[in-house]
């Protein structure tokens, strides 16, 4: 028989409140490559209650496993298209996919998840009275006229093209996320994210990054996409998930963006990756894809003054442990 003490007066409303965690957190699209690290941090908090909303189209429950059975985690089969019932205190919405080859694969989806997807999560948050945070990208800027991209920059989007149900779904999603705040109070929070890499992201799921270490891990040639000279900036994902849970606590509705101003074309991209992972391997130049933005690098004076965050490792320290998850999943060791 126990000796300790219930609390005093237990009425079941009391009491139930006595063993409530501080704050009930939704990620959605949690089974995913951010999602699965942004709920590794805030699991850390034993404050933290999480639920992950997902459909698993690109995530994966082994993303989430140390989580599974454990009381302050839950995670739910649902498609963010769908409503969604549950009492919440803060709303970190990710559910979509972000690789190209992805988005692409059935493009009216896609705008169905960023558009009734985004509604969804934004009824869910009003009904709730929950603060939302909605990861937006990049690729709200398009293929920019401005270098480097500043949040006050409207982007240079085609309408019609094949990115089109990413970037313009993205851009609806964040006219949603202003008009719910404008028209009914809601607490909003936007990330513009700019390329994350790092451990989980799907082998095979077409980005720059995760082509590059696979390929040089499976000694076949590194594909860059002509001319080469088209530029990215990318972000480790742990710098990415400091700045996601910050904006989320702090004052400002952004839009903010959140990503590493280091910015590289893809032929320096696949030399490094080159000199790090595989010196023998080699690189090619390969045909691109429609719509590829020439260049592309985060301004990001608003989330250092706003937020005091700023990312703190560089792409040389990111790849090698990106590599060596890599070589895990793919089961192929060093040689030399
Ligand atoms: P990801 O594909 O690994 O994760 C997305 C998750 O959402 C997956 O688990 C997927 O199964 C889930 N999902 C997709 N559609 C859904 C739906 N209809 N209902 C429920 N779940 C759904 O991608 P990621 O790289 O982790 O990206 C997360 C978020 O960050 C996305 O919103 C993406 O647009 C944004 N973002 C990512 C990057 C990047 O470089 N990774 C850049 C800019 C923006
Ligand atoms: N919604 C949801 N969960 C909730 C509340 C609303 O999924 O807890 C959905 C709802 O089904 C609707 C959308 O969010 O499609 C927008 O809700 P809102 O209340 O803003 O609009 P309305 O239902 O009045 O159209
Ligand atoms: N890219 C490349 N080789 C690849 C995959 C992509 O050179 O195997 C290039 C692509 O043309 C683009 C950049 O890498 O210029 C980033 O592409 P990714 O799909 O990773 O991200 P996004 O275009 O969404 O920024």
Redo the contacts with the bound molecule.
Sequence with gaps: HSTTKPPPNPSPLRSAKFFQANMRILVTGGAGFIGSHLVDKLMENEKNEVIVVDNYFTGSKDNLRQWIGHPRFELIRHDVTEPLLIEVDQIYHLACPA??IFYKYNPVKTIKTNVIGTLNMLGLAKRVGARILLTST??VYGDPLVHPQDESYWGNVNPIGVRSCYDEGKRVAETLMFDYHRQHGIEIRIARIF?TYGPRMNIDD????S??IAQAIRDEPL???SP?T?T?SFCYVSDMVDGLIRLMQGNNTGPINIGNPGEFT?VEL?ENVKELINPKVKIIS?E??PD??RQ?KPDITKAKELLGWEPKIKLREGLPLMEEDFRKRLGILRTN
């Design positions: 690789s190209p990049s690729e390329n077409g980005r720059v990054v082509n590059f594909t860059v996409q080469g088209q990215r893809m696949a390969v691109n894809t590829d933005p592309r």
